[in-house]
């Protein structure tokens, strides 16, 4: 079904304006620094970024675009990887929802077509990666 780990993910507050997404991305190239995934959306005034890199860059992304961004916070996330095909994800989301595990946010990928990843925050993504990883009879991967 499923494999699920836990990781980080950089979340970004700022005052949306034209031009920011590009500044943060070429400062970010010009520390070599690779982006495994990305979001980024406006509410009001307001844009909202979060990005995954690879490795443990958590602290160089950090300071590679503080001079942009006034808030930024390193959050944990559930990673899940799936079969790209129909009902894949419904049954992620019906193993949390049994559980009383509430999804918070979810964004996710399919680059290969074989694959999706979606990255997940929840109320307790260790409880839920241990019962994702469960149903998919996967052992849980170490904290």
Sequence with gaps: MARATLGK???CVAK???GLLGRIIYALAQKNIFI????AHTEGEMGHLRLIVSGDDFKKT???IAYFIPQ???REILIVEFENKVGTLAEVAKILGQNGVNVESVY???SDGFKIVGIFSTADNQKACAL???ASGRPNPPA
């Design 9 to 11: 993910e950089i979340y």
């Design 16 to 18: 949306d304006e034209t």
């Design 36 to 39: 495994v995934h990305l979001t």
């Design 62 to 64: 950090k300071e590679s």
């Design 72 to 74: 930024i916070e390193e």
């Design 108 to 110: 996710g990928t399919s």
């Design 132 to 134: 994702i990883n469960q």
